[in-house]
């Protein structure tokens, strides 16, 4: 990738999918089957402080990792497939976080 190209796309979709996405399914997941079902234990803590506090922690510490992906990805010459294969799998974990709460 050239310099002078930006990487908001990728650092949007990442964000989208491991920031909006995930909180949300996480959010609904925990609401159908109990928080103590969450693999995470920082985000298990979290959720069960509430849903509010969980779902802005997770915001907050994926927009720190975004924020942050341009300089890193640039700095080690990153092809933009590979952002996008971040995002992907932020989507990935989402579909899964779904299939808990329809199953």
Do not use: Q, Y
Request: charged content about 15%; some cysteine.
């Amino acid at each position: 990738m050239s310099p002078d190209r930006s990487r908001a796309g990728e650092t949007v979709a990442i964000f989208t999918s491991h920031g909006v996405l995930d909180a949300a399914t996480t959010v609904l997941a925990s609401r159908a089957i109990g928080v103590e079902a969450e693999a995470n234990p920082i985000v298990r803590e979290l959720l069960a402080m509430g849903e509010l506090p969980a779902a802005v922690a997770m915001l907050a510490a994926v927009g720190l990792c975004c924020g942050a992906w341009p300089v890193a990805a640039d700095a080690l010459k990153t092809p933009e497939w590979v952002g996008l294969g971040v995002a992907t799998i932020g989507a990935a974990v989402a579909a899964v976080n779904l299939v808990v709460v329809f199953a």
